[in-house]
């Protein structure tokens, strides 16, 4: 069986502090896909990335930066000088590799930004 | 383009009544998922429709749930016998071809709500 935790419930931030949303997953695959998705208030899930789990390269784009460490199942992912416009749940998740390609999400984590 | 539309926004109906929840894809887009996110969670797998067929339909949770896709396009989840249980919001994906690497695109989501 596969499983997301995203521990981090809520998090509150002040515009330009960095924030890093933490993500575990439990897999018994050697091959697997994780995935970030934003879902902001007008609630529509908005892709943001994807990583397989041969690739544990770190990427950034923009603000944006991500960690994969298959030793310790982590996926993290981190914002920097945040922005009000980040406020959103956002959400990780895993698929299988294959033809099974059903998302398991993680609970989300609520990230408030303010001025 | 165009992105995922769903149909209604907002869905509001009695205990044991019968309910439709209509998804149109992007165009072109040969894979079509069905979700459920209750509140506070993340969304749910519940169907996953490769063309015509559903390839994998292990997160229906009862027979009350129902899903169509005649003609490969638009797709309806039917559920019968509503119970208060059912509440959430639906979400529709889809994606350019079946596969766990793919990025799937989320429609708005209709919000079930079963008095």
């Known amino acids: 069986a596969q499983k997301v935790t995203q521990a981090q419930t809520e998090i509150s931030v002040v515009e330009k502090e960095d924030v890093t949303l933490d993500c575990v997953y439990e897999t018994r695959d050697t091959t697997y896909y994780l995935f970030w998705y934003k879902q902001p208030p007008s609630g529509e899930l908005v892709f943001l990335i994807r990583r397989n789990s041969f690739d544990e390269q770190n990427e950034i784009s923009g603000r944006y930066s991500w960690n994969f460490q298959k030793s310790t199942s982590s996926f993290n992912f981190t914002i920097t000088a945040s922005q009000v416009v980040d406020s959103a749940v956002y959400f990780c998740a895993l698929t299988q590799a294959g033809t099974a390609s059903k998302l398991t999400f993680g609970t989300g984590t609520r990230l408030q930004v303010t001025l | 383009g165009a992105g995922v539309s769903q149909t209604p926004s907002n869905k509001v109906t009695e205990k044991g009544k019968y309910v439709e929840l209509r998804c149109d894809p992007i165009s072109g887009h040969t894979a079509l998922y069905w979700y459920r996110q209750s509140l506070g969670q993340g969304p749910e797998f519940l169907i996953y429709?490769?063309?015509?067929?559903?390839?994998?339909d292990s997160g229906l949770p009862n027979d009350r749930f129902f899903a169509v896709r005649p003609e490969g396009s638009v797709s309806t989840l039917k559920i019968q016998r509503t119970e208060r249980g059912d509440s959430a919001v639906y979400l529709c994906a889809s994606s350019p071809r079946g596969g766990s690497y793919n990025e799937q695109f989320f429609g708005p989501g209709t919000r079930l709500t079963v008095l």
């Open positions: 429709f490769q063309g015509t067929g559903a390839a994998d």
